[in-house]
């Protein structure tokens, strides 16, 4: 049996995962400070990947991506194009991740006192450094969270990868791509092996979540003696 | 170096008129919650923005609306205690106080904290994270940390709020051996009046965004010059007047007259009042403001008895209550002769009139 696909989804899925996480937790430090009116508008446009269909999500992203599309031009210009290649399975990947990590790690920021911060100010701490030592180190349970939510979602993402990446074997077929097509050719058994890997390494991460979770103590800290 | 502010802040349904200045003393703004105290605390460290005004600390303008100055606080040197302590809940009581001195020598610095921990008295608890530590012990530390900077003006935010009773007196004490020691002006919020009167010299009384008294604590608590400050002062027995002559007064709401002495005299006043501290049970030689009350209600405290009494034969809803705090002792004897009825004396110099 080609093992392709569990390297190929174990690669899209950190590479997605790594990404989500940047653009996740920036973009939450940004609405997290963001007063203006906008604000709920904003949001549920960032949100808005977790909620459509995957497959909607897949086709915007055709559009964006395509030869006619803004980004596929950019792209074509510099000689490229990402549809059909293993890119596509992590940008697809990344944008059905993404809410998933920025709406926990807003949420960790917002529970961060904002006396804390206020402290910190008093005491002559910059800006930058109060998100890097007061901000990050009191949301980062949260963060962690996420993290793994997000790679979580980016290893089942199925829908989207079709849509923009296709189904190439040892090019961008993922696990759950693998199954869908094994069991439409009646190849059950070969299915079932696929199934069971993946249940595996999904129990294998949320029972890490939740160990994890339990060792945390509140508001960061390490445990007493 | 002499802290001078003089802003105001709008805010959709909320105005903030607060104009001072503090030497090298402890002020105290005491005032119920909503007042603006919090606020104007925050408005001197930088952490909310004026709408209009001027802050400035002996030479250096910290605020100036007109002159488009407004220092981040990073940059105010000014110390501030918060309420909850706002403590780093992960970093070690050394790391909480090392906060404010990064980019200093590793060595430099960590003999500063070192110096710091022994004087708020912390030794040995240099690695406890704060949740393993007491409420005072936590208070220290906020201090410690606010400290280390050398601030120049030092903001305490109603910072024996969240101690219990025991404690609270206890770290009062020793807050007040630092405020002495302390070489700049401090700013003490609290809502706690007597707090207020113990730690501060001066006062200044807050309501609703506005100044409504300022002065010198004897002043504010013995002659409140207005109606709200002796409320907040906590002066329990205020009645309507007509000012009659010949130094006395009609006392609208308890139903007698009233003789004031001179000094205490105040043309066009509307009010008089006492504190319940000050009213006591007639002796054989009082002749003047004394009246026959029927006593109502007793509040039995462990240090003292406050009685409820309203002068007999007008004891209708018109008349407000008289209340006076007398010891337990008095109050068992008065009780044996005759637990229903008392005559009261207001002694002249202590009854005050106000606007």
Redesign the interface.
């Known amino acids: 049996m080609d093992a392709s696909p569990l390297w190929i989804s174990l690669k899209t899925a950190f590479s997605a995962t790594f990404l989500a996480f940047i653009l996740g937790v920036s973009a939450a430090k940004l609405m997290s400070g963001y007063r203006g009116r906008l604000k709920s508008i904003l949001d549920g446009v960032l949100i808005l990947p977790l909620v459509l269909p995957p497959t909607v999500v897949g086709f915007l992203l055709l559009i964006l991506f395509g030869k006619h599309g803004p980004l596929g031009q950019l792209l074509s210009s510099l000689g490229t194009t990402v549809i059909f290649s293993w890119s596509a399975t992590v940008i697809a990947s990344t944008v059905v991740a993404f809410p998933l990590m920025y709406r926990t790690a807003l949420g960790a920021f917002e529970q961060v006192?904002p006396?804390?911060l206020?402290?910190?100010?008093?005491?002559?701490?910059?800006e930058r450094?109060i998100f890097t030592?007061?901000t990050i180190?009191?949301a980062w349970p949260g963060i962690v969270a996420g993290t793994i939510l997000a790679f979580a979602r980016a290893l089942g993402e199925f829908g989207a990868t079709l849509m923009l990446a296709g189904n190439i074997p040892g090019k961008t077929q993922t696990i759950p791509l693998a199954i869908f097509f094994l069991v439409e050719s009646g190849q059950r058994d070969k299915a079932a092996v696929w199934v069971l890997i993946i249940i595996a390494i999904s129990l294998a991460t949320i029972v890490g979540l939740h160990f994890w979770t339990k060792r945390q103590i509140?508001?960061?800290?390490?445990p007493?003696k | 170096m002499v802290l001078a502010v003089d802003i105001e802040r709008d805010l959709p349904g909320f105005q903030l008129r607060v104009s001072f200045t503090c030497g090298e003393s402890t002020l105290g703004l005491l005032g119920s919650s909503g007042s603006g105290k919090s606020m104007t605390l925050?408005c001197i460290?930088?952490?909310d923005r004026p709408t209009r005004g001027r802050i400035t600390l002996g030479k250096r303008v910290l605020f100036d609306s007109a002159a488009g100055i407004n220092l981040?606080?990073?940059?105010?040197r000014?110390?501030?205690l918060?309420q909850?302590y706002?403590?780093?809940?992960?970093l070690t009581v050394a790391g909480n106080i090392a906060?404010?001195l990064?980019g200093m020598e590793r060595q430099k610095r960590e003999k500063i904290v070192k110096e710091m921990i022994s004087r708020v008295k912390l030794d040995g608890l240099e690695n406890r994270?704060p949740?393993?530590l007491s409420g005072g012990q936590q208070q220290r530390v906020a201090l410690a940390?606010?400290l280390v900077?050398q601030p120049e003006v030092l903001l305490l935010d109603e910072p024996f709020s969240a101690l219990d009773n025991h404690l609270r007196s206890e770290m009062e004490q020793e807050l007040k051996v630092l405020l002495n020691n302390f070489s700049g002006s401090s700013v003490f919020v609290t809502h706690n009046l007597e707090e207020a009167y113990r730690l501060c010299p001066n006062l200044l009384i807050l309501e609703d965004g506005k100044v409504i008294a300022s002065g010198s604590r004897e002043d504010i608590f013995n002659k409140p010059p207005n109606l709200s400050t002796a409320r907040i002062t906590g002066c329990q027995n205020l009645s309507k007047i007509r000012v009659l002559q010949d130094n006395t007064v009609e006392a609208l709401d308890w139903g007698c007259f009233l003789r004031i002495t001179a000094d205490n005299m105040l043309e066009g006043a509307s009010y008089a009042g006492i504190s319940s501290r000050h009213i006591r049970p007639a002796g054989k030689d009082d002749h003047v403001n004394t009246v026959h009350c029927r006593i109502f209600d007793v509040i039995e405290s462990p240090h003292q008895v406050t009685l409820s009494v309203k002068p007999t034969g007008r004891e209708t809803n018109n008349i407000s209550f008289l209340k006076l705090s007398i010891s337990n002792e008095e109050w068992r004897r008065i009780a044996l002769q005759n637990p229903e009825e008392l005559k009261i004396c207001l002694p002249p110099e202590r009854v005050f009139l106000t606007f």
């Open positions: 006192d006396n804390m206020d402290a910190a100010r008093t005491l002559g701490v910059p450094s030592r007061i180190p009191l509140p508001a960061g800290g390490r007493e | 925050r460290a930088g952490l981040p606080p990073q940059q105010r000014v110390g501030f918060f909850n706002a403590l780093f809940p992960h906060m404010g990064r994270y949740r393993q940390r606010a900077l």
